[in-house]
T-cell receptor
C-alpha cells in the first residue's frame, strides 16, 4: 500500500546532541515532501519542504532534511537539539496531481537537559 | 496578519447529536482543507476546497460528514448523529493555491477538539 512511514514512534535525546528523524514513503513517483512540527496545544507548523532540485533542504529552527531517491527517504536532521525542540514531528507527502497531505504516524521527541 | 482560526476550540456533545465546526481561513487563500487527528488513525485528510471547483470529498469517512465553504471563505464541517469514534481534533488549513501545482504552504489552525460522550 502507498504510505508514509516514520519508524520511530518516540525518541529521546540529550540537549545539545544531534538528531535524525526518519521518514520513508512508498509511492512510484517522487511526491512533494514535507516535515511539520506540532508542539503541545499548538497547531502544525511547517519546518521545511522539498519539491525538486537540491536534495538537501534547509528549514526553520535550524532543521534540515535530505531527500534520497534511491532509499525513498526524507530524513530530518538537526546538529544540536534544544529543549524547546521537544514536540511531535510529522513527515507528509503530496502526490503529484493531488491536493492533500498524507501524513506519517509521527515521532514524539523528548529532550533531556 | 491573522492566521487560520477555528471555533469552537473545544466541543463536548452527546452521541447522536449534530455538531458544526467552523473555520476562517487566511484572507486571500483560495484553498481550504479539513483534516482529522485521532489517536487511532493519526492525521487524516477529510476534504479540500479550491475556489469555485467541486470539492474533493474523498477523505470523508461516512455520509454523516459534510462540509461547505460559503463565498470562498469561511467553511463549516458538519457531523450528523455523532458517534464516539468521531472524537478527535479537527484541523483546518488554508493555502494560497492548491498543493499539487505550486506546492503552496498549508497554514493550519489550532483545531477543534471534539469529544462525543
Amino acid at each position: 500500500a502507498q504510505s508514509v512511514t516514520q519508524p520511530d514512534i518516540h525518541i529521546t535525546v540529550s540537549e545539545g546532541a544531534s538528531l535524525e528523524l526518519r521518514c520513508n514513503y512508498s509511492y512510484g513517483a517522487t511526491p512533494y515532501l514535507f516535515w511539520y512540527v506540532q508542539s503541545p496545544g499548538q497547531g502544525l507548523q511547517l519546518l521545511l519542504k522539498y519539491f525538486s532540485g537540491d536534495t538537501l533542504v534547509q528549514g526553520i529552527k535550524g532543521f534540515e532534511a535530505e531527500f534520497k531517491r534511491s532509499q525513498s527517504s526524507f530524513n530530518l536532521r538537526k546538529p544540536s537539539v534544544h529543549w524547546s525542540d521537544a514536540a511531535e514531528y510529522f513527515c507528509a507527502v503530496v502526490r503529484g496531481g493531488y491536493n492533500k497531505l498524507i501524513f506519517g504516524a509521527g515521532t514524539r521527541l523528548a529532550v533531556h537537559p | 496578519g491573522a492566521g487560520v482560526s477555528q471555533s469552537p476550540s473545544n466541543k463536548v456533545t452527546e452521541k447522536g447529536k449534530d455538531v458544526e465546526l467552523r473555520c476562517d481561513p487566511i484572507s486571500g487563500h483560495t484553498a481550504l482543507y479539513w483534516y482529522r487527528q485521532s489517536l487511532g488513525q493519526g492525521l487524516e485528510f477529510l476534504i479540500y476546497f479550491q475556489g469555485n471547483s467541486a470539492p474533493d470529498k474523498s477523505g470523508l469517512p461516512s455520509d454523516r460528514f459534510s462540509a461547505e465553504r460559503t463565498g470562498g471563505s469561511v467553511s463549516t464541517l458538519t457531523i450528523q448523529r455523532t458517534q464516539q469514534e468521531d472524537s478527535a481534533v479537527y484541523l483546518c488549513a488554508s493555502s494560497l493555491e492548491g498543493l499539487s501545482g505550486s506546492g503552496s504552504e498549508q497554514y493550519f489552525g489550532p483545531g477543534t477538539r471534539l469529544t462525543v460522550t
